[in-house]
């Protein structure tokens, strides 16, 4: 038996790593246009390695998973086809003997993948875009991360819902001054502008209602008055941004930086609204959630993996792989559905990212079960 499950697992392991530098390659294309442009400009070559190599821990979070499923769908498929699943059978094994290394070896990829998720990719995004920023490529539109309050910009704090292009929905700013928020401005629609002469981004904004704060009213007096616009326009200023450290965003921070912020969220943005306050909780809230699905993703591919490589019965590399890509694209949707719905936390978008994980491992589960 240990000679039949070393031969199942080397084989599953020389898959995997083939796999793996295959997928990471293919991501690597973009890095690597990147890096053209940027040499380009007159970077040096140390430099241009460096952002290289700290975009390799983020992309291998979404490659380790891809390449776990894809290698158990090749793995049992050429099985199979072979017969020597049946031969392994025949000679007193069950199917859960069989399977038992690949389980155990998914379960350390799950372990693994955690770590880099909560620590070592987050870490090495944000010195990524810290490097950006120092040398002056990052361009300040990229800034506007839809989902959440961003507060890199003098005086503002602003905020939108979804971000195509240069168009923008559902936007919230927080002008602010040394007391805090004096203007309050919610828009349905808005179109940024970027003026790289004079450092400066522009936001035009439509359908706007304004809520104009009076600190000095007292008593009785309105300490707040509303006012509605077609039309508001938004200033930006990223001339000082290149010298001063910037707030990290939530996707750059490790998992204790994220589990603090959702602790004190009030701390961190005190001047938000108790709307805006949950908004940017759940934000946060909902990419902890995505990081442990997307690392637990590594053990529920494998459960269903196993025994859709046995039924496919094929030895093509190409059926497997393009299995694999259609699962993983039905996985990441549910993601980006739960990104998307982190304006309305009584939606719980937290648990949205968790219903793939819990459908493939109880899929994967009922099908090994039926066909040992």
């Known amino acids: 038996m240990r000679t039949l499950h070393k031969y199942v697992l080397v084989d599953y392991l020389v898959i995997f790593l083939m796999t793996l530098s295959v997928f990471t390659f293919v991501m690597c294309v973009g890095v690597l246009i990147r890096a053209i442009d940027i040499a380009a ?34 793995l049992f498929g050429r099985l199979s086809f072979d017969g020597e699943l049946t ?49 002056g ?25 979804s971000r195509s292009g240069n168009a923008v929905t559902d936007v919230v700013v927080y002008e602010m001054d040394d007391s805090g928020p004096i203007r309050n401005v919610r828009a349905q629609r808005g179109e940024l502008r970027v003026d ?57 921070m490790t998992f204790a930086e994220l589990i603090e912020n959702i602790r004190d969220v009030t701390i961190a943005f005190p001047d938000l609204e108790p709307k805006d306050l949950a908004r940017q909780k759940m934000f946060m809230i909902v990419e902890v959630n995505k990081r442990l699905a997307v690392s637990l993703s590594c053990f529920a591919f494998t459960l269903i993996g196993i025994p859709l490589g046995m039924k496919s019965r094929r030895k093509e590399s190409s059926i497997g792989v393009g299995i694999s890509l259609a699962l993983v694209f039905l996985f990441y949707l549910f993601i980006i559905i739960a990104n998307s719905l982190v304006g309305s936390p009584e939606l719980r978008p937290d648990f949205i990212v968790w219903l793939p994980v819990i459908a493939c491992e109880i899929i994967g589960f009922s099908l090994i079960y039926r066909t040992s």
């Open 41 to 74: 400009r007159g970077i040096s070559a140390e430099l241009i390695a460096k952002i290289f190599l700290l975009n390799i821990p983020y992309m291998m979070t979404f490659t380790i998973p891809m390449s776990v499923l894809t290698a158990a769908l090749l």
């Open 87 to 135: 031969a392994m059978k025949a000679c007193g094994m069950s199917l859960w003997q069989v399977i038992a290394p690949i389980i155990v070896t998914s379960v350390l990829f799950t372990i693994l993948c955690i770590y880099i998720n909560m620590s070592v990719a987050p870490r090495c995004k944000s010195m990524f875009r810290q490097v950006l920023t120092e040398i």
């Open 137 to 161: 490529v990052e361009d300040p539109i990229n800034l506007l991360e839809a989902g959440r309050f961003i507060q890199d910009f003098p005086n503002m704090m602003i905020y939108v819902s």
């Open 196 to 252: 790289q002469e004079n450092q400066v981004v522009h936001i035009d904004l439509y359908n706007v209602r304004i809520d104009q704060r009076d600190k000095k009213a007292t008593g009785d007096a309105p300490k707040s008055h509303y006012i509605n616009a077609e039309y508001y326009p938004v200033k930006l200023d990223f001339s000082a941004f290149q010298k001063k450290v910037r707030k990290k965003k939530p996707s750059d």
